[in-house]
């Protein structure tokens, strides 16, 4: 299986209630139909969830999506929760699937703690 991010995802905590999931575009430039999920402790946040590629402007995340990044660009999914987080260790996971061009999925887990 293809890891496109190498699952370098980096984690950002803003108030206990937005989370940043940062990645680096490390394969190369294109355009792609995606289908992206987010969890955050197991709890499926993909409706309260945006992406921003490169200097774009942040998108809510939809089924089969198409988005276009060049090589090197940063990838910054905001979750907006409904609640806070409590202060203790915590798991982001972010499973992604290229539907085209080419198709593969992986998946991106991360331990954080606030």
């Not at 792609?32 to 709890?43: E, K, L, R, S």
């Not at 060049?70 to 910054?76: A, S, V």
Request: include cysteine; charged fraction near 30%.
């Amino acid at each position: 299986m293809i890891n496109m991010y190498e699952c370098n995802m980096n984690v950002e905590v803003k108030d206990n209630k937005t989370i940043l999931l940062k990645l680096k575009n490390n394969v190369g430039s294109g355009e792609a139909t995606v289908n992206i999920q987010v969890f955050i402790d197991g709890q499926d946040v993909t409706d309260r969830s945006k992406l921003k590629i490169g200097n774009r402007d942040f998108n809510p995340i939809t089924k089969n999506m198409n988005v276009y990044s060049f090589y090197g660009d940063d990838l910054i999914i905001k979750v907006e929760l409904e609640e806070p987080l409590q202060p203790k260790k915590h798991e982001a996971k972010l499973r992604y699937e290229i539907i085209s061009p080419i198709w593969l999925s992986d998946t991106c887990t991360k331990e954080f703690t606030i």
